[in-house]
């Protein structure tokens, strides 16, 4: 053991602070116990590192961040009620946890941030899997796969595929990846009109500010009302994900169990046709593949 000791005036330490080296009876210097001691140190750390982090599973209440201007998927109504398919199939595994929950809205740009610092616990909000967001946070699911598609004012009939926004001016949604399907992966030359949401683009398409509205399928059918159309031609998969804490892999693990018993005992079938049987779309009744949990491990490892 190492102890301080102050020498007497007059001695030869002047009065100062001496370390001198404790012994373990029978007089061996207690190395092993000063090695343990440095051991804990570098541990804690870690533990305290570990203690920030906690799994979904460990929490009271289930913070969900859902959209609030999205219909059919996430609309907060006047009385701070939420409604829509992602509200519920969150409810739905909150359910399953074990948890109530608390929804609050998750804007497309601030959903990575909303994890990440812990202002929610899950993301429920047309959320896509991407390779990009995946270095930023983990995934559960995806509980269902959209596809990517177009809408346009009812009079256009020069768009019926995604090629044909050509020159056209496209709405573009801060934080979203739809529109980069188009200009970047597809490489279309079509002029990006920023906008906060999709609820914005579709006001300025039926104002002739942008030609066209593309994203998935599932957000664009509660925006098609009178004035508005989807072209029907999808040009991509969109695996929506629940977006969670990297490194909660026990988390991530039970949110998928939970989607799993989601389709198996018939509720994902009639959520989705709650919010879309009038949509005329494709509806898919079975179990996504799902992303790798442990994917949420290496990550954080890394």
Request: glycine share 10%; net charge positive.
């Amino acid at each position: 053991m190492v102890t301080l000791t102050r020498t007497p005036p007059g001695g030869s330490g002047h009065g100062r602070l001496r370390r001198s080296a404790g012994r373990a009876p029978g007089g061996r210097p207690l190395r092993r116990a000063a090695a343990a001691l440095a051991a804990v140190a570098v541990l804690v750390p870690t533990a305290v590192s570990c203690a920030v982090g906690t799994s979904i599973l460990d929490k009271e209440t289930l913070v969900v961040g859902v959209k609030a201007d999205q219909p059919a998927l996430g609309v907060k109504a006047s009385d701070g009620r939420y409604s829509g398919f992602d509200v519920d199939v969150a409810t739905y595994i909150a359910g399953r946890l074990g948890k109530p929950v608390r929804f609050v809205t998750a804007p497309s740009a601030q959903r990575e941030k909303m994890i990440k610092n812990g202002t929610v616990d899950l993301v429920v909000a047309s959320y896509s899997i991407t390779a990009e967001r995946k270095t930023k946070v983990a995934f559960g699911g995806p509980y269902y796969v959209a596809h990517q598609d177009t809408l346009v004012r009812s009079g256009e009939s020069g768009v019926s595929n995604v090629r044909d926004l050509r020159g056209r001016k496209l709405c573009q949604v801060t934080g979203s990846n739809s529109w980069k399907r188009v200009k970047e992966e597809r490489k279309i030359p079509v002029d990006l009109v920023p906008a906060a949401s999709y609820s914005e683009c579709v006001e300025d398409l039926r104002s002739g500010k942008v030609d066209a509205v593309s994203t998935d399928d599932l957000i664009l059918t509660g925006f098609a009302t009178s004035g508005t159309k989807i072209v029907n031609a999808p040009f991509s998969d969109e695996r929506y994900g629940i977006g969670i804490r990297t490194g909660d892999v026990d988390g991530c693990e039970a949110v998928n169990k939970a989607i799993t018993e989601m389709y198996q005992d018939g509720t994902a079938k009639k959520l989705l046709q709650k919010w879309f049987a009038r949509s005329g779309l494709a509806l898919t009744f079975t179990v996504p593949q799902f992303e790798g949990c442990a994917e949420a491990a290496s990550a954080e490892a890394e």
